[in-house]
């Protein structure tokens, strides 16, 4: 069994910021990649960055140059730096992870998600 659990989510005013993390437990041999996502009220879920194990990144172009993601492969745990936060950042943000289990499958992992809200 994998868990997958966030934190780091709040209140803040616009142009501030905030961490997200979440960090990934049990039966995990390796993890390939983590995503952040997020979703806005009455919006679908968008993917808003990732980190590749190899430390590569990629962002959306709506948080490119404001979040910086980051992992730490030893605490098998992923970041989300948020600066020059803005009012339509608000959303619930979940944490996605491609683990490798032992026997060798690969599979997708969620956690519960994390409430971001930023006042204008």
């Known amino acids: 069994q994998v868990q997958l659990v966030e934190s780091g989510g709040g209140l803040v005013q616009a142009g501030g910021s905030l961490r997200l993390s979440c960090a990934a437990s049990g039966s995990i041999f390796s993890i390939n990649r983590m995503d952040w996502h997020r979703q806005a009220p009455g919006k679908q879920r968008e993917w808003v960055a990732r980190?590749?194990?190899?430390?590569?990144?990629n962002y959306a172009d709506s948080v490119k140059g404001r979040f910086t993601i980051s992992g730490d492969n030893s605490r098998n745990t992923v970041y989300l730096q948020m600066n020059s936060l803005k009012p339509e950042d608000t959303a619930v943000y979940y944490c996605?992870?491609?683990?490798?289990?032992?026997?060798?499958?690969?599979?997708?992992?969620w956690g519960q998600g994390t409430q971001v809200t930023v006042s204008s």
């Open positions: 996605r992870a491609e683990i490798n289990r032992s026997n060798g499958i690969s599979q997708i992992y």
């Open positions: 980190v590749t194990s190899g430390g590569l990144t």
